[in-house]
């Protein structure tokens, strides 16, 4: 059973950092791509961005290119998210995925699993 | 980026309704859509693919259509299970970006 389990959630002060992690199991995870996807309370969900198997594309929105680092350790099964200056528009629910790609006459693209999800709540 | 215009915000619905969702997009994305449920609870799960596509064990009264910028998700009959918000998602081009949602709600 595939199974993604996002921690590190928590209270954090504006200006501070946080990093969050994503236990992988039930799947060959250093096979696939994985992913970071976020909602805003009451809002709808944000894509954060990607990395791929060896740690050598990572993709992300722009707008928080410059405060968030996707990484990852294959021999921990482990999907990271590095945030930093965290303002209060960080606060969310930060969801790990794993996307399906298949790169054949068609491309398909879209996540097939996601975890529960971590809060982050950036307030003074 | 691409901007997903999702119709309409809210529905509300009966039990054994058929309901449509559309998704338009800012520009064509060429049959690149996606589509989700999220539950109250904040279950997160993949509904259709590449615009008709249905996901492994989701039920045939799902569908999904559309070409070019417009799009949209049916549910032929509604079940109790199935009031939740729906969100397209867009893979054409980076960032992939996703509707607002849209909130199906037991009238």
């Known amino acids: 059973e595939v199974k993604l389990v996002e921690s590190g959630g928590g209270l954090v002060q504006p200006g501070r950092s946080l990093k969050l992690s994503c236990a992988a199991s039930g799947f060959s995870f250093n096979d696939y791509w994985m992913g970071w996807v976020r909602q805003a309370p009451g809002k709808g969900l944000e894509w954060i961005g990607e990395?791929?198997?060896?740690?050598?594309?990572?993709n992300y929105t722009p707008s928080l290119k410059d405060k968030f680092t996707i990484s990852r350790d294959n021999a921990q099964n482990t999907l990271y998210l590095q945030m930093s200056k965290l303002g209060s528009e960080d606060t969310a629910i930060y969801y790990c995925?794993?996307?399906?790609?298949?790169?054949?006459?068609?491309?398909?693209?879209?996540?097939?699993?996601w975890g529960p999800g971590t809060m982050v709540t950036v307030s003074s | 980026d691409i901007q997903m215009t999702q119709t309409p915000s809210s529905m509300p619905a009966s039990l054994g309704e058929r309901v449509t969702i559309s998704c338009r997009a800012s520009q064509g994305i060429s049959n690149y859509l996606n589509w989700y449920q999220q539950k109250p609870d904040g279950t997160i799960k993949p509904l259709i693919y590449?615009?008709?596509n249905l996901q492994s064990g989701v039920p045939s009264r799902f569908s999904g259509s559309g070409s070019g910028t417009d799009y949209s998700l049916t549910i032929s009959s509604l079940e109790p299970e199935d009031f939740a918000m729906y969100y397209c998602?867009?893979?054409?081009?980076?960032?992939?970006?996703f509707g607002a949602g849209t909130k199906l709600e037991l009238k």
């Open positions: 990395i791929n198997q060896d740690s050598s594309t990572i």
């Open positions: 998602q867009q893979y054409d081009s980076s960032p992939n970006t």
């Open positions: 995925a794993r996307p399906q790609i298949t790169i054949a006459a068609i491309f398909y693209w879209y996540f097939d699993f």
């Open positions: 590449y615009t008709s």
